[in-house]
């Protein structure tokens, strides 16, 4: 029987539902959803809301930041690194006006060897954030 291992991060958001951070089967490691989202932090980078939590006006670039910041974070946090993604999903809430800057930012992200990539653009997110990615990764035993 194959492994199969839930992973929480200290240091990344707290989870805005029961799942856990990230799922170790084997040598695989599966990330639950991951947005902009900063542990112990309600303000979410590069979001304006109004009053009523609605979105007025965002960042993608800080966001996207962010992001790949958290991502760090719970790949670290499970015994991983950057370099063992291996599949990324993308949903983006505006594909016109977010996939250039977000496309930018992956180049410098992943300028060697970069994963593949399915991008989606959909309606809107459990939080008010434009970004979150789905992501595959390895863990290399030592």
């Given amino acids: 029987m194959v492994e199969n291992k839930s992973i ?3 240091k990344a958001p707290e989870p ?3 799942y856990p951070h990230a799922k170790r089967v084997g040598n695989l490691l599966f990330l639950s959803g991951v947005g902009p989202r900063e542990r112990g932090n309600t303000k979410i980078p590069g979001v304006e809301l109004n009053d009523k939590g609605e979105i007025v006006s965002y960042d993608i670039a800080t966001q996207c ?8 974070l719970i790949l670290e946090a499970s015994g991983s690194n950057w370099e063992n993604i291996i ?3 993308v949903f983006l809430t505006n594909m016109k ?4 800057i977000y496309n930018k930012l992956w180049a410098e992200y992943f300028k060697e060897n970069p994963p593949c990539r399915t991008t989606l653009e959909i309606n ?4 008010p954030i ?3 990615l789905k992501v595959i990764a390895t863990i290399n035993d030592k």
């Fill in 8 to 10: 929480n991060a200290d």
């Fill in 16 to 18: 805005v539902g029961l």
């Fill in 65 to 72: 930041r962010s992001v790949f910041n958290n991502i760090k």
């Fill in 87 to 89: 599949d990324v999903t």
């Fill in 97 to 100: 006006a977010d996939f250039p």
């Fill in 124 to 127: 809107s997110l459990p939080t």
């Fill in 130 to 132: 434009a970004i979150e």
